[in-house]
């Protein structure tokens, strides 16, 4: 079974340039996590979705980010116009539903690396 | 709200010593709890979660952790490093009460290097 894919995998853009990062999680799981980690500081939480849904969009950090999930299969994540600061690596997670009042393991991608020069 | 604390960002072992990387949490509710692991050019793995059932908790490659509520800590543990254990560690929280939203909320990481 294929786990959750990330593309690309590296980026390098210029300060006002737009760039999209995709997402495909793992088949069969409806929630789908996109998290950041800024250099030498921790991961941090940008949004859920359920299906296409955005269930929580609680961490993302202005509205130049733009995250999509039509048909809830894949996602994308547009940044638009890219700042300095929004260099980082970008993670997406998966999970299925395990049942009522069970955990719902998430399963990583290997992350896009994104510079913004 | 909650927050977990990774205290060391660089931690160095000896192969074969023991390795413990610290993490201590808080929590408004009652939490789970996550180590996860990174190696080069990979995602996180997930090597072992504690989910309000026994507290003392054995994960992939020989990890265990331990979830001490009255210290509010996590640690990880390993008897005997071994070189393939160098990596990056993370620890994790979620709200162990909000199933269909587990959004994790992870420390800083410890990079965790072995010498031979």
């Known amino acids: 079974e294929a786990g959750v894919t990330q593309f690309p995998s590296h980026s390098v853009i210029e300060k006002g340039q737009t760039v999209t990062l995709r997402c495909d999680p793992i088949?069969?799981?409806?929630?789908l996590y996109w998290y950041r980690r800024v250099m030498g500081k921790e991961i941090k939480f940008l949004l859920h979705?359920?299906?296409?849904?955005?269930?929580?969009e609680s961490g993302m950090p202005n509205n130049r980010f733009l995250a999509e999930r039509t048909g809830g299969t894949y996602s994308t994540l547009k940044v638009q116009p890219a700042e300095l600061e929004d260099s980082g690596v970008y993670f997406c997670?998966?999970?299925?539903?395990?049942?009522?009042?069970?955990?719902?393991?998430?399963?990583f991608g290997p992350g896009t690396r994104l510079t913004v020069l | 709200a909650q927050s977990v604390t990774q205290l060391g960002s660089h931690v160095s072992v000896s192969e074969g010593a023991l390795v413990l990387l610290r993490c201590n949490y808080s929590?408004?509710?009652?939490?789970?709890l996550f180590w996860y692991v990174q190696y080069p050019n990979q995602g996180l793995q997930l090597l072992l979660k504690?989910?309000?059932?026994?507290?003392l908790v054995k994960g992939i490659n020989g990890f265990e952790a331990e979830f001490k509520k009255s210290e509010t800590s996590f640690h990880l543990t390993k008897p005997s490093a071994h070189m393939s254990d160098a990596a990056e560690y993370f620890c994790?929280?979620?709200?162990?009460?909000?199933?269909?939203?587990?959004?994790?909320?992870f420390g800083t990481g410890t990079r965790l290097t072995i010498i031979p």
């Open positions: 997670a998966s999970s299925q539903e395990a049942g009522r009042g069970k955990y719902n393991e998430q399963f």
């Open positions: 088949s069969g799981h409806d929630n």
């Open positions: 979705f359920v299906k296409e849904s955005k269930q929580d």
């Open positions: 929590s408004s509710v009652p939490p789970y």
């Open positions: 504690y989910t309000s059932a026994a507290t």
């Open positions: 994790a929280v979620s709200d162990g009460a909000n199933f269909g939203n587990e959004k994790l909320t």
